[in-house]
């Protein structure tokens, strides 16, 4: 008949319905029946006890909550009836617990394109990027254009990327942008940039330059729409010489160590913790093992788990860092006069995800038990290998935004409710349940569902082993191969 439910730790008092489990049914769990008061959705959860009003309920093996009311045993537990233990802004002391892994170093590689930076891409493309949003129009049409032009022959692809912002910003968004911008122009995934700006923007071609410090002038040029005849024709000149230039550019043996990956979830369903996040964390292990490095972000989704990373820092100062991260966001939410810990969606909701830290124990499980290197800011570039922390929200678009703008040339995205969405790198997505990867081949790309059916970790980790690296050599994802790519920037204050 197979797995119909999952105790996960043997601490948990709720057990994880696997298929949809019957009211009346009779399930044993540590040598003792428990008979279901109601009928559980696949992915929620069944009380293994009775809960006394405000008693913790343990899934994963920590408190995801508390009673709101007496609970019976074999009744369903979902948002009704639990309530997050999270509130205000906490104390937190450095107690370090650093796992030794002993993970080999295969010494594999991929093929990828190294950059005369000495950066590595996994992909050689064309990007034209406006400064401001009032240049939309004429990005798309000079992308669309040399793709007609050319039909993308010996370059992987030729994208513009529109956006909203570079003016009547004030403060952090004004620099938030730049620096996302920045990024962009400067990942080793393109292998030529077209900036195209308008004259009287904020975001000033002349200080965008400078923000970019040393840099290729070969491959990245601009343009100044107000300064120039006619735009069309003078990007389009601009981007044939680019064309020329990249479309010479060939895949070269890299080693592992040289991959970057962003860690993310969404669409989160009551698997993500038991199948598609644990993969990751394997993988993240496995990647930092080889030298290379993961990223986790999602700074809200770490609510109520952000102990756990706080003593994986390596040293006092970066628990200093992890604490500022956490709390920096908190104070976001308040000075906001938002609730901290209202996170979960409907979608989470509906998928079996009951608390916030229901869901950060499951979100923080994809960088596995590494030591954490480095906490960056919000459009900080990657500067240390190893597990980062990267200061973003939990928004999918905005935080893969950041993932690939502070290095990643891939974003790995686990989700039970399934996504078609891509950013500015390939963003591959993982089903956390193999319903989702049936009914939606056109998203998924992996499918980690069958670790509740008959695969085993270490058999899925090799074959997903294998297939980020033949996507990291060339291998296109959906959302590439639907031409699903956009990218999102952080706001939080005023517009002028």
């Known amino acids: 008949m197979g797995l119909k439910f999952l105790k996960i730790n043997p601490a948990d008092n709720v057990a994880v319905a696997i298929d949809p489990l019957k009211k009346g049914v009779c399930i044993s769990v540590d040598g003792k029946d428990i008979f279901l008061q109601e009928d559980i959705p696949a992915g929620h959860k069944v009380a293994l006890k009775d809960f006394a009003e405000n008693e913790d309920i343990i899934k994963y093996g920590y408190a995801i909550g508390h009673a709101r009311c007496a ?3 074999g009744a369903w537990v979902n948002e009704r009836n639990i309530k997050t233990n999270l509130e205000g802004v906490l104390e937190y002391s450095y107690s370090p617990k650093l796992a030794e892994l002993n993970i080999p170093n295969r010494n594999l590689s991929f093929m990828g394109y190294r950059r005369k930076t000495g950066e590595v891409g996994i992909r050689n493309e064309i990007w034209v990027i406006p400064t401001v949003g009032c240049v939309n129009g004429i990005v798309n049409r000079l992308a669309d254009s040399l793709r007609r032009e050319t039909g993308e022959v010996n370059v992987d692809a030729i994208v513009a990327f529109p956006h909203n912002y570079g003016c009547s910003q004030l403060g952090n968004d004004h620099e938030n942008t730049r620096k996302i911008l920045r990024d962009m122009v400067l990942h080793p995934n393109a292998g030529a940039v077209l900036v195209v700006g308008l004259g009287c923007e904020n975001n000033q071609l002349s200080a965008f330059k400078d923000l970019l410090g040393e840099y290729d002038a070969e491959r990245i040029r601009f343009m100044e729409c107000q300064k120039v005849d006619d735009e069309y024709e003078e990007g389009m000149n601009i981007l044939r010489q680019l064309y020329d230039i990249a479309s010479q550019d060939a895949r070269v043996e890299v080693p592992l160590s040289e991959l970057k990956v962003g860690l993310k979830c969404g669409g989160s369903d009551g698997f993500s913790g038991i199948t598609a996040n644990p993969l990751l964390g394997v993988f993240s292990d496995f990647l930092v093992a080889q030298g290379g490095t993961s990223v986790l972000t999602e700074v809200p989704e770490m609510f109520g788990a952000e102990t756990i990373l706080m003593n994986r820092c390596e040293t006092p100062e970066l628990f200093d860092k992890t604490v500022h991260l ?21 979608g989470n909701k509906a998928g079996g995800i009951s608390t916030l830290e229901e869901k950060s124990l499951g979100c923080t499980q994809k960088c596995g038990k590494s030591a954490v290197k480095d906490v960056l800011m919000y459009g900080e570039r990657i500067h240390s290998k190893g597990l980062n922390l990267l200061s973003a929200p939990g928004n999918d678009l ?18 039970g409710r399934g996504t078609p969405f891509g950013s500015f790198v390939p963003t591959m997505k993982i089903s956390t349940n193999s319903k989702l990867a049936v009914n939606k081949p056109k998203w998924i790309d992996f499918n980690a569902g069958s670790l509740v059916e008959n695969d085993l970790m270490d058999d899925i980790a090799e074959r997903f082993i294998r297939f980020v690296i033949d996507v990291a050599s060339g291998r296109r994802v959906n959302n590439e191969l639907n031409g699903f790519r956009e990218i999102a920037i952080f706001k939080s204050g005023v517009t002028l």
């Open 71 to 73: 609970i019976t045993k």
């Open 398 to 415: 905005v935080a893969a935004t950041a993932l690939a703008s502070a290095g990643c040339q891939l974003v790995l995205f686990t989700t």
């Open 326 to 346: 956490i709390n920096d966001f908190k104070d976001y939410f308040l000075a906001n006069n938002q609730p901290v810990y209202e996170n979960p969606s409907p």
